[in-house]
């Protein structure tokens, strides 16, 4: 599957079609002010205001299509990425979709350590990388393939353990199973062909990313507003000392002043109780669409 020559000017970016990571995908596309619709219909959508096209595939198809030069782009998890070991760039990290590959073995069991794999055999969607780590740890493993429900192959006898994605570690639990080791740690990654693109869609792709880091500076901030005597600024700009130089508005009773700024999100609660301390009062927290800065 190649593209063999970029003639086309027209973005396309391959996403999950269905799955844990389609939502945050199309809010992401959505909230850079991409606008397209009956994504859940169709396998190309068109979208309204860009010169970009959505490819809606299962997500291990994704890395190899952006290899191929056949999407430009692609959000797909560092899972599939790695376990194919796609020749890709990526872009960014995209901080939703998170997950680890980590093998397991049955809780009561003799498997706690790598060496005690020692010619095991091991169930696993992610052959690659669960043979590579072994490899490193000089331990020689036999691998079954399967594709779904890897975790209740040691109670079917089909396994001694398993490699599988986890993120609370809930259905490892349920299955008697005990995660051992982290193989990668995963999340969703914005992906580039390393074929060479035309320069009309580099540009595009830039524009994109100016958008898409706006949106996560955005999505880790937070607007404050907050009422203060005048006299109390300074103290209260030293508690928040990422607000170098806050907007202050007066107010129509004169000792007092309305202080705006934007502050990390989670740092707001660390320093609320403070700031009424230092005499703010009617503190008001709004989300932020995006940023440029
Ligand atoms: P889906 O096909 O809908 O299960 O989506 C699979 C993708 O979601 C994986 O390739 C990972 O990138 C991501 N993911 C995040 N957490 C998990 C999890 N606990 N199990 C499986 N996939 C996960």
Redesign the pocket.
Known sequence: MNRTKDSSTSLRIAI?KS???TDKTIDLLHGIGVEFDNYKRNLMVKTRNFDVELLLLR?DDIPEYVQDGVCDLGF??A??VLEQNANVSILRGLNY???RLSVAAPKNGKLKQAKDFEGKTIATSYPYLTQKFFKEQGVTIDIVEISGAVEITPQLEVADAISD???TGGTLRANGLQELFTIIE?E?KLIQTNKELSPGKQQLIDKFMVRIDGYQQASKSRYIMMNAPQDKVEMIKSIIPSMKSPTIVPLAETTMVAIHTVIPYGKFWEVMEELKDAGASDIVMLPIESMIL
Do not use: A, F, M
Request: hydrophobic letters at 25%.
């Open positions: 999950q799955g844990r990571l997500d797909v998890g899972n599939e979709g998170n997950c994605l986890v993120s995963s969703t």
